[in-house]
């Protein structure tokens, strides 16, 4: 059998941790001669690397700040991916290069695994506004949230993600980043049931974080409530300075790791046209319940 050659792509890429989910799958399938490594480079050089692969080249996962390149390099795309304006995934098929999205499915695997979809949250607010932020917005929408606050620092850089969150037929109120001023948030007109958007963003039943942890200095110090489902799609370092703050104080936390599990559970899955195995997936990321060293 000849070899199959795949890899996740970006900047930086050296702490990715898609190569030990990625491995451990092919190894559980039975899949010998699947090969997955990092390659790390920026968007302005996704095209060249991809016309230089030959066919042996079956999938590539990709990371920031590649993820809008890589939709503009594909030959096809699905629906999602057209959508968010990003792909995480590339795969090959007869007709070229397919981009499709698989961050979504992150999200909602990670929401599910803590308790019921969405974890009973009827209010809900996403911190950014970048491709992550975007396929946050999509999750709430497909758990049927049909409000949210959005939480940014530069609240001129929100116009795709509200303009998302309008064609999804949801209302979103925008919010100045704690210890920030802007003038005038911003309040979709768009709504179906015509119900006001959440005043306070923080005190949502859930919250996605979607920004660097360095950016959170400013939230560590908020009141959460046990009541309240905090994610950090971050996993490195771990455990998060959102995540302690959040779980100190009874709140239940997600990972980022169980986001990138159940994207590559995906990923996995459109790849290789095989279920995924699971939980040697998970053993593989989360030995002992703790974070894989890279």
């Known amino acids: 059998m000849l070899d199959v050659h795949c890899a996740v792509v970006g900047s930086p890429i050296a702490h990715s941790r898609s190569p030990l989910l990625h ?10 001669g699947w090969t997955y490594d990092r390659v790390e480079l920026h968007g302005p050089e996704l095209l060249g690397w991809l016309s230089d692969l030959d066919e042996s080249w079956r999938g590539v996962s990709v990371t920031m700040p590649v ?35 698989t961050d979504v499915a992150g999200l909602l695997g990670a929401l599910d695994e803590v308790s019921k979809p969405g974890g009973g949250a009827t209010s809900a607010t996403v911190l950014g506004a970048g491709g992550t932020a975007s396929a946050a917005v999509a999750a709430l929408a497909a758990l049927g949230h049909k409000h949210l606050g959005v939480v940014v620092r530069d609240p001129t850089r929100a116009d795709a993600l509200l303009a998302l969150v309008d064609r999804l037929g949801m209302t979103g109120l925008v919010h100045p980043w704690p210890g920030t001023q802007h003038p005038g948030s911003a309040l979709l007109r768009r709504s179906s049931e015509g119900t006001p958007c959440p005043t306070s963003p923080l005190a949502a039943d859930l919250v996605i974080s979607t920004v ?46 169980a986001v990138l599990l159940w994207q590559a559970v995906r990923q996995v899955e459109l790849v290789t046209g095989l279920p995924a195995p699971v939980e040697a997936m998970r053993a593989a990321l989360l030995p002992g319940g703790s974070l894989a060293p890279a």
């Open 23 to 32: 491995r451990a799958a092919y190894a559980a399938l039975g899949l010998t």
């Open 67 to 101: 993820k809008q390149a890589a939709l503009a390099c594909a030959d096809t795309a699905s629906e999602l991916a057209s959508m968010l304006g990003a792909a995480n995934t590339l795969l090959r098929t007869e007709r070229g290069w397919h981009a499709d999205n």
């Open 212 to 257: 660097p942890g360095a950016a959170t200095t400013a939230l560590l110090g908020h009141q959460w409530r046990a009541a309240q489902t905090v994610l950090d799609v971050s996993y490195d370092p771990w455990p998060t300075a959102l995540v302690s703050a959040a779980g100190a104080q009874g709140s239940r936390v997600i990972g980022g790791a």
